[in-house]
Structures are given as C-alpha cells and as structure tokens.
C-alpha cells in the first residue's frame, strides 16, 4: 500500500512534488445539492479541497436533510444572515441555531453566547 510507514510531514511534500494540495474550506455554513426532484441540505458541513494539477475536487463531510425540490428553511421573520452568523461563530447545525435566536428574541450576540457557554 503506497504511503504506508510514511510519516504526515513526507506525504506532504510527496503530494506537493505530484502537483497534489488539500485544504480545508473555512466558514461553510451550508451546502444544498440539488438533484431532479430533491434537495440534500447539509447545515455546517466540513468541506475540503483537493486540487490534482490545476482540478480541484471538494469532498463534503455532514450529515444531509432531504428536502423536496423547491422547498425553503427561511424561517419567517429571522434573517437567514443571523442563521449563518450563528452557525459559522460557533459550529452548531441550522436547528439549533435558530433555537437559539428564538430564545434570544433574535439577537446573534446573544445567542452566540448561549450555545458557546452551554
């Protein structure tokens, strides 16, 4: 098997010498993949990025919700900017975070702070 007994520091100057580099993406708070008849919404995923001589591939890592195609989260009267915000400042999924928000009468802030002291 090819890399076995390598150290991590070796694999990557390997990876580097065959054009290869991976990084992760920061910052994501949703990824929705939309197919001919559904949705598949994953809240806080980790994303990564590997790029092969100039062709980047992600490979995404969460757990989906299925959705119809068509059908919106947007909870009526709380910007999905304040979701986000929420989501990205402390890593919960999308529920939580608008429980959050809910409990907080729709202050980031505080709802941050909520979730980050449990």
Known sequence: MAGRGMNPRQMKQ???KMG???ESMR???QVIIRTADKEYVF???DVNIMTVQGQKTYQLTGEPVER???ETTVTPGMP???IGLVMSQTGCGRDAAI???EENS???AEAILQIMTG
Do not use: C, F, H, Y
Request: hydrophobic residues 30%; proline residues 12%.
């Open 14 to 16: 390997a990876m580097r």
């Open 20 to 22: 290869i580099s991976n």
């Open 27 to 29: 910052g994501v708070t």
């Open 43 to 45: 809240d806080s995923p």
């Open 68 to 70: 119809p195609l068509g």
């Open 80 to 82: 999905e900017e304040d």
């Open 99 to 101: 429980k959050a928000l």
């Open 106 to 108: 729709g202050q980031p």
